[in-house]
């Protein structure tokens, strides 16, 4: 199975509309009568409220309701994501009066105008009982849980251990021992979390840009206590997501439950600094890093250990050393993975949840390494290539690692760096730095339902379990029913996004194109038998509405499945019932990761340390490319992510209050236009033979694995100065 | 351009003086004074009441119904909200509606021809593939339209660095840049 390709490269399907402002994301739908919402949050660490005084709110004109957890009853929480749930965390707040964490909602304000809401909300007073709390990864009172001794699911929670790394380690003549730390980061996409809800009689429709649609239908029913039949939830479009929106979070119950209690739709945008706390983050980590090699640059062994931030009352697995063990060919592997537990909501997915900070610690020590051994990080990287998976002993499905750090070293020039640090300048003094650093991502694979139908009068439309989020879904799948049924893309209109069409799984994990390509793809197949059929004797260029008009046929509908292999058909029952149901990365036959390698130059100004990045090049291996255009824009976007998590991006924590202080955009920074230079994208573009029919993997996810840690490397290459820590900062450098 | 000019632009066909209807949620609460308002969106004129605490942005979004404006922050520090207030671009966040009073505001939606025609910064955006999520994008090409206006889009640096006040999370800035290099010098002359 190879399956199809090269694909041509088409603009983004859904560009024009984005260009006018036509596209509809969550917020922008206002249904008559639509009353305007504003939540009230706790200003405490962790305790319990006593009270909630909402007589001044509601003597503000405009306010019609004001929710706090007096009245929620019969309310139930739905539950964590990885405990059978579909929620981000299980606390949902205002059921009863306990505090987890500062910034958890106490009160909802409904009002005839948003100024109105707003005002309200200002007049809400609460007292409370504190009780003591941790909210950071040393806190005193914090719980330390090592994860292999935890509920979670086997072998994929357990750690690993490959040969015998700490014996391999004792006996290296040349090995690498250092302590990396990571700090909290939150997602930020640039579109708030919305909540438009409106009941017709007993069925509730919500609109709310969500990367689940089938998520928040089944678990809001469960929340209210009502059939998901009477519960439709309508996403086409994400405003941007990056984990932010996997999972139901708090609100979207609330403000079902005025609205109905209302009797009006009732929209809720959640401003930005609530949703540092309303949302999941990536959590802090730390990682201690061991490595051994022998003299000729065989690396021997390696043990990665991590302490990872959870919730006090949800577990957020750590993940990291699946992908830090297939990184390089290194035969004795030993994991440890622990969890800390504090006062926060629980913490969750981020863009390369666990593999940005992995890679940037494992991608640093194999670094000072290279330096140990006076070897060049691109040689040792290939020098150190294995053709199997040492964890499983099984195949990779395909791994191009070399190739993308050949072909990336070439575009870079890396054959013009010399190795020792602050040897390369600028005629003005400016310290020139280059970085090398890969990076890796399982290979998982959603169940996803299509449905194609086609019209007499040239309609093609496919209905396919899949969100779009920007990452190009839309462009992928309408792609690949191009290709088999001999029509340009933009031909395909791409239902997405709705829970009216086939139950779709959550799009997450750059799991979204191994999942609905392959289905879209199988339709296309299906419609093209079919097609067939119906006229046998038709001529190559006969189109699909063409024949149709032969046969007399108005319509032709065809629906595929797709799973991934060795998946049980009970994916499909779980998926219904809006549960996660990958599979992956390990399957029966093979092992199957994305590759990714980074090539990053920095400038330093020797007097301010200032660090700039004025290129980059980045070569990725993520099977099959079917949306040329959108993909290298997702590939650069990754890059971007890389350049802000290892020079701007923290989420600043003051034990004495808990939180998050900076919780807006002026003060936690993302990348500006200015931040960023030239970023050069290639692909190898082989596909995957045996991960499914359109040889695909991922690549939304990969492309933010190792960035950071080739701007480490980099600045080190710069200034000699080995930081361990992210993001780098000028004092570091000073 | 100030409230003389606007005379001049705006077309009798084009100036057509819409209030509020009778039974018409004014944008403000009941009970609260609402204050009127004489403002043109789009090239065509309003007669409006608003509420005093309600944000430029709010009244476009939530009373004009004019969903291409978008809030990301309302704390002025993303960009998505930008529109032109008299041909200059502002962040419509930080700015009350009552201050929009005899100004004339220009968002996404006015940006394309009458015909439907796209202005030539869409078309570069679409070309280059300046977007992902599409979130931040009519921010940005309200911005990038000013930018080329002022002259600061001469070259890489200045297009980067005017262009800064414009965040796009899914990272399209090296799409975005060459776009408005493509547009800037097709812009002479195509604009009105």
Redesign the interface.
């Known amino acids: 199975m190879t399956g199809p390709g090269p694909f041509p490269d088409v ?2 399907v ?12 969550g ?2 739908n ?1 249904p008559p009568n639509l009353a ?1 919402a504003m939540l009230v949050t706790a200003q405490i660490g962790k305790g319990r409220l006593v009270k909630v005084d909402t007589d001044a709110a509601r003597a503000v ?2 306010v019609q309701l004001v929710l706090t957890h007096q009245d929620t009853e019969g309310l139930k929480a739905d539950g964590y994501l990885f405990a059978n749930g579909r929620s981000f965390q299980s606390v949902q707040p205002m059921i009863g009066t306990a505090i987890a964490y500062r910034g958890q909602p106490i009160a909802l304000v409904v ?6 809401a ?2 309200g909300a200002e007049q809400v007073s609460a007292e409370y009982v504190t009780a003591p709390f941790s909210v950071t990864l040393d806190s005193e009172g914090t719980e330390i849980l090592a994860q292999a001794d935890l509920p979670l699911p086997k072998p994929a929670f357990a750690d690993k251990n490959v040969g015998d790394a700490d014996a391999a380690l004792a006996a290296a003549p040349v090995t690498v021992d250092a302590v990396y730390d990571s700090a909290p980061q939150h997602q ?5 979390i919305a909540t438009v809800a409106s009941w017709d009689g007993d069925e509730l429709t919500v609109y709310e840009s969500t990367q689940h649609v089938e998520g928040i239908r089944q678990g809001l029913a469960f929340e209210l206590g009502i059939s998901p039949d009477k519960v439709r939830v309508i996403s086409p ?6 984990g932010q929106k996997n999972a139901m979070h708090a609100q979207t119950v609330l403000v079902a439950l005025a609205a109905r209690t209302l009797g009006r739709p009732v929209k809720l ?1 959640v ?2 600094s609530q949703l540092f706390h309303n949302t999941s983050f990536r959590p802090p980590t730390r990682h201690r890093v061991r490595l051994g090699a022998d003299r000729a640059g065989k690396i021997v062994a390696a043990v990665h250990e991590i302490d990872q931030q959870t919730s006090r009352h949800d577990l957020f697995p750590s993940m990291a050393t699946d992908t830090s063990a297939r990184l390089h060919g290194i035969p004795n592997f030993r994991s440890r993975e622990r969890l800390r537990r504090t006062d926060v909501q629980t913490p969750g997915f981020m863009r390369a949840p666990w593999e940005h900070a992995a890679a940037f610690a494992f991608e640093s020590a194999i670094d000072e390494l290279a330096y140990a051994l006076d070897r060049d990080p691109v040689e040792l990287r290939l020098a150190n290539e294995l053709p199997y998976d040492v964890v499983t002993g099984k195949p990779f499905s395909s791994r191009h690692l070399s190739e993308c750090l050949r072909r990336g070293a070439e575009l870079f020039g890396w054959a013009r760096r010399r190795m020792a640090p602050r040897s390369m300048r600028e005629t003005d003094g400016t310290l020139v730095g280059w970085g090398v650093a890969t990076g890796a991502y399982p290979s998982v694979i959603s169940p996803s339902i299509a449905q194609l139908r086609v019209t007499d009068d040239g309609g093609i439309v496919l209905n396919v379990g899949v969100q779009e ?4 879904a839309r462009n992928a799948v309408a792609a690949a029913v191009a290709d088999v049924l001999k029509v340009r893309a933009d031909q395909v209109t791409t239902l997405l996004g709705d829970t009216k069409g086939p139950p779709p799984h959550l799009t997450a994990g750059s799991w979204g194109t191994a999942t609905a390509v392959p289905a879209a793809r199988q339709a296309a197949i299906d419609m093209r038998e079919a097609l067939r059929k119906l006229q046998p004797e038709a001529s190559n260029g006969a189109t699909p509405a063409g024949i149709l008009r032969h046969a007399k046929r108005p319509f032709l509908e065809v629906e595929a499945r797709h799973q991934a292999p060795g998946a049980p058909d009970a994916v499909f029952d779980r998926m219904k019932q809006g549960l996660l149901a990958y599979v992956g990365p390990e399957f029966p036959e093979f092992v199957s990761f994305s590759f990714i390698a980074h090539f990053v130059e920095v400038h330093v100004e020797p007097a301010t340390c200032r660090v700039r990045v004025p290129r980059v090049v980045t070569v990725a291996d993520c099977g099959r490319v079917v949306s040329p ?2 993909a ?3 590939l ?6 890389g350049i802000g998590g290892a020079l701007r991006e923290a989420s600043e924590v003051d034990p004495r209050y808990g939180g998050f202080l900076n919780a ?3 003060e936690y920074l ?7 230079g ?2 050069q994208v290639d692909f190898v573009d082989k596909p995957d033979p045996m991960l499914n029919n359109a040889g695909v993997k991922g690549l939304g996810e990969v492309a933010n694995v190792g960035p950071a840690a080739a701007v480490a490397n980099a600045v080190y290459h710069a200034t000699g100065r080995r930081v361990r820590h992210l993001p780098i900062r000028i004092e570091d450098l000073l | 351009m100030n409230r003389n000019e606007l005379q001049e632009v705006v077309t009798p066909a084009q100036s057509i003086l819409v209030s509020t209807r009778p039974g018409e ?1 004014s ?6 004074s609402g204050l009127s308002i004489d403002i043109v969106v789009n090239r065509q004129r309003r007669q409006l009441d608003v ?1 005093p ?2 944000s430029l942005l ?1 009244l476009v979004r ?1 009373h004009l ?11 002025g ?2 960009g ?1 909200c930008t529109v032109h207030l008299d041909g200059r671009r502002v962040v419509s966040c930080l700015m009350l509606a009552l201050q929009a009073d005899g100004r004339e505001v220009t ?3 006015g ?2 021809g009458p015909n439907g025609s ?1 202005h030539v910064m ?2 570069a ?3 280059h ?1 300046a ?8 921010g940005q ?1 309200m911005s990038a339209v000013a930018c080329v206006r002022e002259g600061h889009a001469n070259s890489v640096a200045g ?3 005017y ?15 060459a776009a408005i290099q493509d547009a800037a010098p097709r812009m002479q002359g195509a604009e009105p």
């Not at chain 1, 479009?237 to 990056?242: L, N, P, Q, Y």
């Not at chain 1, 989020?469 to 190009?472: A, R, V």
């Not at chain 2, 119904?65 to 704390?75: A, N, Q």
């Not at chain 2, 977007?131 to 009519?138: E, F, K, S």
Request: charged letters at 20%; aromatic letters at 6%.
């Open positions: 603009a983004r859904d560009a024009r509309d984005k260009v006018r402002g036509m596209t509809p994301y917020a922008d206002h305007h004109a405009g009002a005839d105008s948003l100024e109105a707003i005002e930020n996409p640039i579109e708030l479009f994400c405003g941007g997501s990056f945008v401003p930005r989020m920007g990452q190009g255009r959108t290298a824009s997702q650069r976007g990754g890059v971007v992510w807006d955009l002026a993302v990348p500006v236009n200015a931040d960023i030239d970023i | 949620q944008a403000g609460a009941p009970g609260s509420d605490r309600a709010d939530d119904h004019l969903m291409g404006t978008k809030k990301g922050c309302d704390h520090q993303c998505a968002t996404i939606e940006l394309a796209l869409q078309q955006f679409i070309d593939d977007l992902q999520c599409g979130y931040c994008t009519p090409i297009i980067r660095e262009m800064s006040g414009n965040l796009c999370r899914c990272g399209a800035y090296v799409g975005i840049v």
